[in-house]
Structure formats: C-alpha cells, structure tokens
C-alpha cells in the first residue's frame, strides 16, 4: 500500500514538472516567434522605429482586398513596399491639384473641386489648396494642404497626410515639425519642409504589430504662378 501511494506521489510530482516545463516551452517558443517576426519587421523599417504587438483580433490582413471584409494591416510585402516608397519619395510625383472652398459662415468646408494643375486660372488665386501625389506603389497616396496668401506665397501652417487609396486604413500619419517657409518673390516659388511620424500595422506570423517610423520628412516646392507642387 506504501508503494501504491509513493508511486502515485512520485508520478503526481513528475507530471506537475513535466506540465510546468511543457509551460515553460510554450512560453519560449512564443516568445521567439514574436522575436522573429519583430527581427524580421526590424530589417525593414531599421533600429529607430517602434514595433508594438497588437490585438490580433482587432486587426487583419489581405492580399486580395476582398470588398466583404475589413482589413486594417499590411502584409510584409506591403509594409516593405510602403516603407521604401517613402524612403525614396524620387519616384512619388505629382498627380492634382484640388481647390477647397471655405464657407465665410462658419468656416466648414463647402466643396472641393478637383482639377489637374493645368486646368486652373494661373497663377493660382489666394485660398486653400491640397496637392495630390501618387506612385510608385498603389498603396497609399500622399496630400499636402496649403494655404496661398495675397502676393502668391505659402502661408500659415501647411499640412500632411497618407491616406489608403483602398477603403481599409492602416496609415496614420501626423506632423511633428514644420520649416520656415521661404519665398521667392521673382517666381512666386515657396519652400517648406514637413517632418512627421507614420503609424503602420502590420500582420506577420498570425499576430498584429503596429510600427511608428519617426522622421518622415516632406520637402515641398510651391510654384503659385504654374499651379505647381513638388515634393523632393
């Protein structure tokens, strides 16, 4: 009977070790599937960005942008296209320009008139406009809104985005710091610089990360007598 119960505790002991190890193993090998991903990501979008893990229940991805569901993370061929994309802006150029009317009521906006550059009474009236650009990817388009004063310059606060050029979104863009806006009266030309940081996420290995890319800077050139943007 002695032995019956020190076998039994003995077996009782070696399972609870056997299960705390198997524990213990699940962790590790979790943990380092998040490691790589994370390694993986890291090559990407290099040691100054922020990857964070993520609800994956909140957050999915797909190639096909199926229209009978959200998705609201990139794929890692996305991200990687994405990324390079804005590291390189040579290749993003510029597409229209749209015209915002301003209500002098409550000052909402009205309407939006969207035209090519070479559609506008030039050189460009004061008010606001917003510059669209596009390329080399199909992912996302970038916009600066900006403001002409009377004697053709940039004025005020100019603003960035990145938006989806598909129905889910999972850019979010926000501006940290402006330049000096400069002028050249002799050809109406200003320039001004956007710094910002874009929050992207990201579905690799079943799980969700969101990375902050810090410094996304926006070298802009502003020719009001041509109704022209560049971005450099």
């Given amino acids: 009977m002695k032995t019956n119960l020190l076998f039994i505790s003995k077996m009782f002991i070696c399972s609870i070790l056997f299960l705390n190890c198997n524990k213990e193993v699940l962790e590790l090998s979790k943990y380092q599937k998040e490691q790589n991903a994370i390694n ?10 922020i990857i964070t893990l993520i609800d994956n229940k909140s957050y ?9 569901a959200v998705f609201q993370s990139l794929s890692i061929s996305q991200l990687k296209e994405v990324y390079f994309s804005l590291e390189d802006k040579s290749k993003i150029k510029f597409s229209t320009l749209e015209i915002v009317t301003i209500s002098d009521s409550n000052s909402a906006i ?32 970038t916009s600066i809104t900006f403001y002409i004063g009377n004697n053709g310059e940039v004025v005020g606060t100019p603003a960035a985005n990145i938006s989806p050029n598909y129905y889910y979104d999972p850019y979010s863009f926000k501006a940290i710091g402006w330049s ?16 910002g ?18 410094d996304i800077i926006f070298d802009l050139l502003v020719n009001s007598n041509d109704g022209i943007v560049g971005l450099r």
């Fill in 60 to 68: 999915q991805y797909h190639s096909n942008f199926s229209t009978d």
């Fill in 110 to 141: 009205t309407s939006l008139g969207i035209k090519s550059h070479d559609d506008f009474n030039n050189p460009l009236k004061p008010g606001l406009y917003k510059a669209i650009f596009k390329g080399p990817t199909s992912l996302y388009s």
């Fill in 197 to 214: 940081s874009l929050s992207m996420n990201v579905g690799l290995g079943g799980m969700s990360f969101n990375i902050i890319s810090k």
């Fill in 40 to 49: 993986e990501i890291r090559n990407i979008v290099g040691v100054n960005s």
């Fill in 180 to 195: 000096v806006i400069t002028f050249n009266s002799l050809n109406s030309t200003s320039q001004f610089s956007i710094i």
